[in-house]
């Protein structure tokens, strides 16, 4: 059995990857490849990896448990790893396991990871996709705001990619030859390009269903909108009205979001010894650009005044908090149409 362990990275398509495989199950397991339904119930298996490795400290801080309010991690933990060990005791000869999140696991604990596939006599094949820094912290930024994160503070220090820190430890574990290292681009179709990564055969790729492509980009204008929406009513973890919030405001249509010149700074600043020692692992510079990418815009991204953002955004509000009081009332909401 050869276990196809895709850990993202993180903003580079992963979730239309896995959306693509999960709606194609069925044609799938019909041509001996799994792609399994784990606990959390979705595409994406990041939250049953790292409950079943991560260590339990960790467990407390981590989104997915946050939202769902799990606090019994070492049952959560043995659930995890009864359902991988489930899906590797199938009698097929591939198993896809994706989750981004895998590289949120300490390398210690990815140590026991490895251990529990190999007991399984599998051979595990990482799969990595990076994309270059200064549009990984675009994308990254976009989706930290959704997230009830400071814009402001996004701009003075984005997310960086951290090549190393997340991918040494699988070539360490797995070795570099079993490792598969591609370089994302965005206008690319993605999941052609993943199943050629994995070996999977052309006549399947051309069966799976067709996903729309997930995470799209929003304007500067609603991220801009929604970091005034995360200091207005902050903490989106504690109300559904602030996730619900973040979603109106991300339609906002405007020009498109992109770093000011002091955030690129940063990157390209924080990214430059990362971006090195992948150029000598894969033995080429995998971001041909890099030295040439410079601000789009210069200072930050919002072209309206606040008085008028913020106005908008309790708008917004008042009209989600009133929906929602119809949505708990199926009398009023009758009545009103």
Not at 3 to 24: D, F, N, R, Y
Not at 30 to 41: C, D, E, H, R
Not at 49 to 54: D, H, I, K
């Amino acid at each position: 059995m050869i276990v196809h362990l895709h850990v993202g990275l993180h903003k580079t398509g992963t979730t239309t990857i896995q959306e693509t495989l999960h709606a194609s199950r069925d044609a799938l397991a019909g041509q001996g490849w799994l792609y399994p339904t784990l606990p959390a119930g979705d595409a994406n298996h990041s939250a049953t990896f790292v409950n079943a490795f991560a260590r339990p400290r960790a467990l407390a801080s981590y989104r997915h448990n946050l939202s769902r309010g799990i606090t019994d991690f070492e049952a959560e933990r043995q659930s995890s790893r009864a359902a991988i060990q489930s899906a590797l005791e199938h009698d097929l000869a591939h198993v896809i396991f994706s989750g981004e999140d895998i590289t949120w696991i300490k390398p210690r604990e990815l140590e026991q990871l490895a251990g529990f596939l190999g007991a399984h006599d599998a051979t595990v094949k990482p799969i990595v996709f990076v994309r270059d820094p200064i549009g990984y912290a675009t994308s990254a930024a976009q989706e930290s705001v959704k997230y009830g994160s400071n814009l402001q503070e996004l701009l003075e220090a984005p997310p960086v990619p951290a090549f190393r820190q997340k991918i040494e430890p699988l070539l360490d574990l797995f070795g570099k030859d079993n490792c598969c290292i591609r370089v994302f681009q965005r206008r690319a179709d993605l999941v052609p390009v993943f199943c050629e990564s994995i070996g999977m055969p052309e006549q399947l790729t051309q069966q799976l269903s067709k996903v729309p492509r997930a995470n799209t980009a929003m304007s500067s204008e609603a991220a801009t909108l929604i970091g005034i929406a995360n200091e207005i009513f902050p903490n989106p973890f504690d109300a559904q009205r602030a996730r619900n919030l973040s979603g109106w405001l991300a339609m906002i249509q405007g020009a498109s979001f992109e770093l000011p010149s002091r955030a690129i700074d940063y990157v390209r600043r924080e990214s430059e010894p990362d971006v090195a020692w992948l150029s000598d692992v894969l033995g080429y510079g995998p971001f041909p650009d890099w030295d040439e990418q410079r601000a789009a815009v210069e200072g930050d991204p919002a072209q309206w005044g606040r008085e008028t953002m913020e106005s908008v955004v309790r708008c917004i509000n008042d009209l989600s908090l009133h929906v929602e009081w119809l949505m708990s009332r199926p009398d009023s909401l009758a009545k009103s149409t």
